[in-house]
């Protein structure tokens, strides 16, 4: 049982390259979300996505894209990356919309050069 | 949105009690009150969670007044291996202004030998 499953891992992009982070679980969760901890700092919330055929923004969706391509997978895009995008994505998934034990996975770590 | 307060940091020594709390003045109705525990180039990890009065698993207690304004966190004879950053969160709630599973800035634990 693998969880929630992140790739890639790391990742080093130019200014204005554009990259898709993918996540999936295999716990049957209705709800998945992306967030993103700068060095020393707590989460922020990117997108979330309360159930298959739905999300929302978070606290800081600007520069991001997702997609929610089946209950399974819950995609974040950056279209044009910038510097400021530099950071650590986590993704998480809980059961359902107000259930708040959440999985998150390993992470990915992003460089914008 | 439903905010937290929590302290930056805390020290502590092995095998002493560690007390966080956490201030949530504006908690909701529905709101249930959860921590969560992050270790360096981890993704939280779900600790513990309530509603009100006490909650006790094999990791730590939670202790929730009535007024539920505030929470605290208890950790018992601490290791080394309990130095991480702690998250309390509350909700989630849904609807417009708030948002799914928000997490603050955390208190950063140092436990020394």
């Known amino acids: 049982n693998a969880g929630v499953t992140q790739t890639p891992k790391f990742q080093v992009l130019k200014t204005g390259q554009s990259m898709t982070l993918q996540c999936a679980q295999d716990?049957?969760?209705?709800?998945m979300y992306w967030y993103r901890q700068d060095p020393g700092m707590g989460l922020r919330l990117i997108y979330y996505?309360?159930?298959?055929?739905?999300?929302d923004k978070g606290e800081v969706p600007n520069g991001y894209n997702v997609s929610r391509l089946n209950k399974r997978e819950f995609s974040l895009r950056l279209e044009s990356a910038a510097p400021s995008q530099t950071s650590v994505y986590f993704c998480?998934?809980?059961?359902?919309?107000?259930?708040?034990?959440?999985?998150f996975g390993q992470g990915t770590r992003l460089t914008v050069v | 949105l439903a905010k937290t307060t929590q302290p930056i940091s805390m020290d502590s020594y092995e095998g002493q009690e560690v007390n966080i709390t956490c201030s949530h003045n504006?908690?909701?109705?529905?709101?249930?009150i959860t921590w969560y525990q992050q270790f360096p180039s981890q993704g939280p990890r779900f600790i513990i969670q309530?509603?009100?009065?006490?909650v006790t698993n094999e990791v730590a207690s939670l202790f929730i007044p009535a007024d539920r304004k505030s929470s605290t966190l208890s950790l018992p004879r601490v290791s080394l291996s309990d130095t991480a950053v702690y998250y309390c969160?509350?909700?989630?709630?849904w609807g417009t202004g708030r948002r799914a599973l928000t997490f603050g800035s955390g208190t950063r634990l140092q436990v020394q030998p």
């Open positions: 998480a998934s809980t059961r359902d919309r107000v259930n708040t034990e959440a999985f």
């Open positions: 716990m049957n969760h209705n709800s």
């Open positions: 996505s309360a159930s298959e055929g739905t999300t």
């Open positions: 504006n908690i909701a109705t529905n709101d249930y």
């Open positions: 309530g509603y009100k009065t006490k």
């Open positions: 969160l509350v909700g989630p709630t």
